[in-house]
């Protein structure tokens, strides 16, 4: 658990995200947690352009699970390509379709996220990444669709696992993609207040 130097521990997170991306995130940064999921639904915002839509379904996955005296952080990411949304895909041959439109080509990965203090009060934000896949093989859809890693992650692919030798560039913030961008969300969180009296030691 993250300690102060003057020893009291930082307030529990809520996160309001099922991913284990995002909970290994703050699991590295040491961060005191728990994982409350928000049932929101993402259907509804469809029509929103990509980055609204990120920004919007993250603002309200975090006021679904807030309670007062709570610190609650919530992400959503969205990967667009020509200004057309892709969501997780619903089968290995929707992912295939998907790698398909990405190979040789730059999208644009947008996370959202927010973060309301124990009185409620909102920030939320988007941050974007540029990512370029290399030109791929039909082969190498195959084998990656078939692992079946990118079913549970929005544009079918994940950088963080066997997805980073389609990625010929990134241009942004990696974690971004990852689902999370870490260092935007511990701004925040230090200008918000969440780490308290340990700032300004």
């Not at 997170?13 to 699991?27: K, T």
């Not at 928000?38 to 029509?47: K, P, Q, W």
């Not at 990509?50 to 006021?63: D, F, H, V």
């Not at 370029?132 to 692919?157: C, H, I, M, N, V």
Request: no cysteine; glycine share 8%.
């Amino acid at each position: 658990m993250f300690l102060s130097p003057d020893g009291p521990a930082l307030p529990t997170l809520v996160l309001a995200s099922q991913s284990p991306r995002r909970a290994e995130l703050l699991q590295r940064l040491s961060l005191p947690f728990e994982v409350r999921p928000a049932d929101v639904d993402e259907e509804a915002l469809r029509h929103l352009e990509p980055a609204q839509m990120a920004e919007a379904l993250a603002a309200q996955k975090a006021q679904a699970v807030w309670q007062p005296e709570q610190w609650v952080l919530a992400a959503d990411t969205v990967v667009a390509i020509g200004g057309e949304a892709l969501g997780k895909p619903k089968d290995v041959e929707e992912n295939k379709a998907f790698l398909r439109r990405l190979a040789g080509r730059t999208h644009t990965v947008y996370t959202g996220f927010a973060i309301l203090h124990p009185e409620g009060g909102p920030h939320s934000e988007v941050v974007a990444t540029e990512v370029t896949f290399r030109p791929l093989q039909e082969w190498e859809l195959e084998w990656y669709a078939e692992s079946r890693e990118g079913l549970d992650k929005a544009g079918g692919y994940g950088a963080q696992g066997l997805g980073m030798v389609l990625i010929e560039r990134i241009e942004g913030d990696f974690y971004t993609v990852m689902g999370l961008p870490v260092s935007r969300v511990w701004q925040r969180l230090q200008q918000l207040g969440y780490f308290g009296e340990a700032r300004r030691t």
